[in-house]
């Protein structure tokens, strides 16, 4: 098992930056190489995809929506991902959530990973 625990949400004006942590326990990845991921869920949305990393770090993806603001990357030996978020946008509020899958690609879907967080707050005021 990994618990997961997301850190670093909170509120921010429009244009503002925050970076999110996300460190795991239990079944770590400083063990066993995992693929790890971000989403977030907006309001009366569905929960979606933000960013994702290999293991090794050098394979990451972005959602059209972040590509260029958001910048994803992982300490293996500190069990911990984290989500750079720079120049936010009203439309980035949302429960942002960090997962983990059993192997070690990225993924950009939901079912791909196995465990998750129980997610952080951020809102960003226009």
């Known amino acids: 098992q990994v618990q997961l625990v997301e850190s670093g949400g909170g509120l921010v004006q429009a244009g503002g930056s925050l970076r999110l942590s996300c460190t795991a326990s239990?079944?770590?990845?400083?063990?066993?190489?995992?693929?790890l991921g971000w989403f977030r869920q907006a309001p009366g949305k569905e929960r979606e995809f933000v960013s994702a990393?290999?293991?090794?770090?050098?394979?990451?993806y972005y959602a059209d929506s972040v590509k260029g603001r958001f910048t994803i990357s992982r300490n293996n030996n500190e069990n911990t991902i984290y989500l750079q978020m720079n120049s936010l946008k009203s439309e980035d509020t949302a429960v942002y959530y960090c997962?983990?899958?059993?192997?070690?690609?990225?993924?950009?879907?939901?079912?791909?990973?196995?465990?998750w967080g129980q997610g952080t707050q951020v809102t960003v005021s226009s």
């Open positions: 997962a983990a899958r059993r192997v070690p690609t990225a993924g950009n879907i939901e079912t791909m990973y196995d465990w």
């Open positions: 239990g079944r770590t990845f400083s063990t066993y190489a995992m693929g």
């Open positions: 990393i290999s293991h090794s770090g050098i394979n990451k």
